[in-house]
């Protein structure tokens, strides 16, 4: 502050003086009224929140910061020199509400000099960080939960579609068929929670997203109903953006079903498809973008739009506002999830009249190094090496395979593996478990392979957390996702074995 600014700011002089700074400034009265307030304060304000001299300050603020405005006034009352606080300003809808910290000096006779400090990118900065150690704790609990509960479900299902192939009567038949059904329902549950933890294995490739969003155009409208419009607008000159293709339709389904949830009687969805060149950091809503070249994707709807209070947390796992209608506020954290973990960012708008606004920015695909080609499979009368700690689980894979015509060895952990190896095992291929005890499947198959160079391999789990940030494909290793049908297994041992992953 200026030398001698807040000895006489109430006087013209003063006034003077404090109104031609670049600092939001005021003077107030004991009861809270504003005084004098200085360009800067107004900016900070707004045009919307009507802040004027002789208003009541406490009107711009919001709920929980007026207390906070009172026990400031009563201070200065008592001749005491209160402390700064932070506050809020009143939420206009669309916006975020700045977050100040306010510094009040004592002035004679009966006066308050305001130092207003802008501290919403403080608080934004903090809430990521608090959001993230959600996200952290999520995952945590979503991975654990996940290999234990996708081993169960591919005990399920593969036992189910197991004794489907065997001849029975039609009501077992139809309750089997009931069983294998549960398992995939589950299996669907666990992946969204998966995606909203951020704990996805990915295999990612270049996509042409036009290309994708022409393809998938009839699907979307009919996932939007009868009374549900579709707008497509696609830059032709769009780079590709790199993005695992089975997790983009997801994210494509997930946004329209919100859409169409958003717009019960009908409505239009625009979906924009461009590019943008960000020179600098940009907020959008609570989403930071950091500077570089995206591919934008936008998904705009004629809704009701999101009301302020959950607008700040719609993304966050198990927010949702159809909790009444079945909704599990997993739908667009796993889109949240997805895009955070393909390197992107999503930003959520609801302006004024304007319904909702999702905004993707992909990073654009650049030139990827050519994988080795992969070396040729060995002879078919090599053995199988399948290393599963879950016994259940290994009996039925074993059994499944075995009937395929493959020789099968088993092995409980990555310990015994390498044992059976060292004792003059040479497999065709290996499938093993992500996560076992001890050694994990990654790093079993490496060190497999510097005794059995080129080694086909495939991966299985529900929670690869060992795995993730490897290009799997580059190391020319197949991955299949827990749980898993009889039919899936055999499918992806013959690519994996044949080096068509």
């Given at each position: ?31 809270g ?10 900016r ?49 809808p ?15 006779p ?21 959001a ?45 068929r ?37 393809e ?10 009868p009374?549900g ?29 919100n ?36 591919v ?5 709807d ?38 955070l ?6 930003a ?6 304007e ?53 099968v060895v ?14 003059g ?40 957390a ?36």
């Amino acid at each position: 502050m200026p030398p001698g600014a807040g000895r006489d700011a109430g006087e013209p002089g003063g006034w003077a003086l404090l109104a031609a700074l670049d600092l939001p400034m005021a003077v107030l009265d004991l009861g809270g009224v504003l005084l004098r307030g200085n360009p800067a304060l107004r900016r900070l304000a707004g045009p919307a929140r009507g802040l004027a001299e002789g208003r009541p300050l406490a009107a711009v603020l919001d709920a929980p910061s007026r207390p906070l405005l009172d026990q400031c006034l009563a201070e200065v009352a008592r001749g005491g020199q209160p402390a700064p606080f932070d506050a809020a300003l009143t939420v206009i809808p669309g916006q975020v509400a700045p977050r100040l910290r306010l510094h009040p000096l004592s002035l004679a006779p009966a006066k308050i000099l305001l130092r207003v400090e802008d501290i919403s990118a403080e608080a934004q900065a903090q809430a990521a960080a608090e959001a993230e150690v959600r996200f952290a704790v999520i995952g945590r609990v979503a991975g654990g939960i996940a290999h234990d509960f996708n081993n169960l479900l591919a005990v399920i299902g593969g036992a189910a579609a197991d004794a489907l192939a065997a001849p029975t009567d039609a009501a077992i038949t139809e309750d089997l068929r009931a069983i294998a059904a549960a398992a995939d329902r589950g299996a669907r549950l666990v992946r969204s929670l998966l995606g909203a933890a951020r704990q996805q294995v990915l295999l990612p490739r270049p996509i042409a997203l036009g290309a994708v969003l022409t393809e998938a155009a009839p699907l979307l409208r009919r996932l939007l109903g009868p009374a549900g419009a579709l707008d497509l607008v696609l830059a032709t000159e769009a780079r590709p953006v790199l993005i695992d293709p089975a997790q983009l339709d997801q994210v494509l389904l997930n946004l329209a079903a919100n859409a169409r949830d958003a717009m019960p009687d009908g409505g239009r969805l625009r979906i924009l498809l461009d590019e943008a060149l960000l020179v600098r950091p940009t907020v959008i809503g609570a989403t930071t973008i950091p500077p570089g070249r995206w591919v934008t994707l936008t998904f705009q709807d004629s809704g009701p739009g999101i009301a302020p209070e959950v607008l700040a947390r719609v993304l966050e796992p198990f927010v949702t506002t159809r909790r009444a209608q079945g909704g599990t506020g997993l739908g667009l954290a796993t889109v949240n999830g997805i895009v955070l973990q393909s390197g992107g960012h999503l930003a959520v708008e609801s302006p004024p009249g304007e319904g909702a606004r999702f905004t993707l920015f992909l990073p654009r695909a650049g030139q990827r190094e050519a994988a080795p080609p992969p070396a040729p499979a060995p002879a078919q009368s090599a053995p199988l090496l399948l290393v599963e700690d879950e016994a259940p689980l290994r009996r039925l894979s074993e059994r499944t395979l075995a009937r395929a015509g493959h020789a099968v060895v088993a092995a409980e952990d990555a310990e015994a593996a390498l044992d059976l190896v060292e004792q003059g095992l040479r497999p065709g291929l290996v499938v093993s478990d992500v996560s076992l005890p001890g050694m994990d499947g990654l790093a079993l198959v490496r060190a497999l392979r510097q005794q059995v160079p080129g080694l086909p391999a495939l991966l299985v789990s529900g929670y690869a957390a060992a795995a993730l940030g490897v290009d799997l494909r580059a190391e020319g290793i197949g991955f299949l996702a827990k749980p898993f049908s009889p039919p899936e297994l055999l499918t992806a041992c013959q690519k994996a074995a044949h080096g068509t992953i």
